[in-house]
């Protein structure tokens, strides 16, 4: 099959992910203050909703491989893209607890399924060479996703409905955008590609290791992404429309985390594992210490968007780099990870918000950072045979070469060589 260019596909992608992922799941959180206070909705009821999302996206991401191969990419994606407009458009006319709901659910059944859909259209269309890199620019657009959202705070003060209706218009675009952008492809492995070897033991103990770490900063990171904007607003007694420079401080500083994951990936993943993580526990502290400070209160919102999105795309592209040439398992399985920390992190911090407050509540949840970051030593880093391909070949061909290794570390005759021979 053709293949196209990387960055244009990492642009197409970003554009969705930043519709599916910005908008549709992490957006919520900005507007947490507003919903409650119109709802009339405690911190448990809110934490119990903000997990739901996460819930589904779990749950549909296990069977997304399948749709995706059925329905084909295009058709995945815009189905993921409507998913979205029917949860935002349900949110924007939520009148209680169960339509919001259903609303948030719908809107993790988008996130579930349009990553999955992404990966499988880019391993047949784009080199495989540039897998990783192309899905850490994609992962980025999660960032601009948040900070599209933070207009809608700054004009439409109190107007969370509106807002939604707003992101309801783009979710339509991105249906549009899919249909016309991403091509009708079905086939996870392209034709022509080396059959993926059997994953062995050694790669399922270095997966599980790489899984509890995703899920240990899904966890922590859940009190940010649900309570931040709240804590500031009931605890700092600042506005909604300050709250929303938190959100574009998060979006900005995780347009780096595209770089950062990849630079770290092949160099030491577990030192920058262990310094992205304390600065994540250090932008809680930050917010919980000064949460009547607008400028410490943006600075954590900074530290807090290079951190995680520097976290999720390491997460991301160490998955690619245990399980070359099984993207519909390997950069899945550290998302569902994460999301399935956050979706149990939210309830829980919702429950000590509840009983403790918010500075007590958010110092609880740093401290559980520091201590996942003190074992980040056993973060699954580069084997021998991973630093040799490195330091032979840089950038791009390096991680093409290890996809082409046998589990033993011996090379694998590409099946373009086969062809020859034959």
Known sequence: MTQISGMRFALIGAILIAISFGLARFAFGLFVPQIRDELGMGANVIGIIAALPLISFVLVSLVAPLITKYFGARNTTVLSAAFGVFGLALISQATGPISLGLGVLACGICTGLMMPALTSAMQALVDRSIHGRVSSVMNAGTSIGVALSVPAVLFLVGAWRYAYLSFTVLAIIGVILAWYLIPSVSRVTPSNAAPAPKITGKQWLRLLRLALFAFAMGFIASAYWTFGPDLVTSLGSLSSKQSGWLWLAVGIAGLGGAIISDLADRNNPAITHALMLMMLTTSLTLLAA???HIYLAVFSALVFGLAYMSLTGLYLMTGIRLLPGRLSMGPVLPFLACALGQAVGSPVIGYLVGEFGYADSFSIFAAMGILVALVSPFYPGHTEQELETLDEETG???????????????????????????
């Open 290 to 292: 000064s949460p009547s």
């Open 396 to 422: 791009l061909q390096a991680a093409f070469d290890y996809q082409l290794l046998d589990e033993d570390g011996e090379p694998l005759e590409s099946s373009a060589e086969e062809a020859g021979n034959e």
